[in-house]
């Protein structure tokens, strides 16, 4: 069997947990952990970054430095993980779910601006597939009604933007190192950010509401309980995981971009004959090759597609569910306007086989197994 997803594993990996064990501290915030952190300020030209335990942990954060108070409103697209919402809802927020694009999937920008009322505080775009969302508008939005904007980046770690990390544009960027994601530390994600003020705030609510962090800069005799916070700190041994990956993160990108063009060109002619979508990328987007998917007619189609793949030893899967019509989506949000195309689209969805250690063998398979089905 073909499998859909394997997590990465590039070399070093054991090495380094190995090294985390004898360093003698496990426990968050030792040396991988700064290396990790430091990776990304540089890669990414960001002021902040923290490592947590997830990218809903992540989003946790950042809707917690949003200042929300219950009531308050929050656009996101209703076609996106569960996590992106759940933030919200632990601050009392209200969801309001606003339709997305049928060419990337993402939020589609020109919708939101309806959406705002004068309890709308947080737009939240998603980067489905690494694919930037329409930064520049969602910005000028977000200047123009005093919101702040939370980029749930995910997917969408060392993807970037004319130029800029997607991640870094908005207020919060929140990154997801799950094992399914490009980089991984098996369960894991950061919060980025660049306005100094928010510094300490930040590493308060990340240890457990305590000073703890400028204990350890000896800028303060003892620590304390300061304000509310939790535990948002990933073990050494996870970071040294994912060190391994961010220093391999050209080799990792590389060969993720290889097997998203292969699936790219193979698949073209039936893309041609009309009997399937591809992904689309915009002007001034860079994507990470975060997935590959196609789209099929209809809902059957894809049941279908994807029972003949499995029949051929090639696991396929779709997403998502569109939140709002999730029994938690009815209770915590509303859909504003048209469901023009959440649900349509999100119904033709077919993710292929893609992560690093998978063989090219595997992906030439996987696409003449594609190309040979009859029932497009
Ligand atoms: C994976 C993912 C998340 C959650 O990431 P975790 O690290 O598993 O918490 C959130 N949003 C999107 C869009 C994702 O793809």
């Given at each position: 069997m073909i499998d859909f997803n394997r997590p990465p594993f590039v070399g070093k990996e054991l090495d380094y947990i190995k090294e985390a064990i004898e360093n003698g501290k496990l426990c968050g915030d030792g040396a991988f952990t700064k290396k990790c952190s430091e990776w990304m300020q540089e890669k990414f030209d960001v002021r902040h970054t923290f490592l947590t335990t997830s990218c809903t942990h992540a989003l946790e954060m950042a809707a917690y430095l949003c200042d929300l108070e219950p009531g308050d409103e929050v656009i996101m697209p209703?076609?996106?993980?569960v996590s992106t919402a759940d933030a919200f809802v632990l601050r009392g927020a209200k969801i309001v779910f606003t339709d997305i694009r049928p060419?990337?999937?993402?939020?589609d920008e020109k919708k939101i601006e309806a959406a705002i009322t004068d309890r709308t505080r947080v737009i939240v775009p998603v980067h489905y597939a690494g694919v930037a969302c329409e930064m520049d508008e969602i910005m000028d939005i977000a200047r123009r009604h005093g919101l702040k904007v939370v980029e749930d980046?995910?997917?969408?770690?060392?993807a970037f933007y004319k130029g800029k990390a997607l991640g870094?544009?908005?207020d919060f960027g929140c990154y997801s190192f799950h094992e399914?994601?490009?980089?991984?530390?098996g369960e894991g994600g950061a919060l980025v950010f660049?306005?100094?003020?928010?510094q300490e705030k930040a590493e308060i609510l990340r240890e457990k509401g305590t000073n703890r962090s400028k204990f350890f800069r000896g800028q303060i005799d003892k620590y304390t309980w300061v304000n509310y916070g939790s535990s948002y700190l990933p073990s050494e041994m996870n970071a040294a995981y994912l060190y391994a990956q961010l220093e391999e993160a050209e080799k990792i990108d590389r060969k993720r971009h290889e097997i998203y063009d292969y699936y790219n060109e193979a698949l073209r002619p039936l893309a041609e004959a009309g009997l399937i979508g591809q992904p689309f990328v915009p002007d001034g987007a860079k994507h990470n090759a975060h997935m590959y998917y196609i789209k099929v007619k209809d809902l059957e189609t894809r049941t279908d597609l994807i029972s003949y793949m499995r029949e051929k030893g090639v696991c396929c899967v779709f997403h998502y569910i569109?939140?709002?019509?999730a029994a938690a989506g009815r209770r915590f949000g509303r859909f504003f306007g048209g469901d023009e195309y959440t649900t349509k689209e999100s119904e033709r969805i077919v993710r292929l086989p893609m992560f690093y250690n998978l063989d090219m063998k595997d992906v030439a398979y996987t696409a003449k197994c594609l190309l040979e089905y009859k029932g497009y």
């Open positions: 209703s076609y996106t993980f060419d990337t999937m993402n939020i980046a995910a997917q969408g770690v060392n870094t544009i908005g399914t994601k490009n980089y991984t530390m660049n306005d100094d003020s928010l569109p939140l709002h019509t």
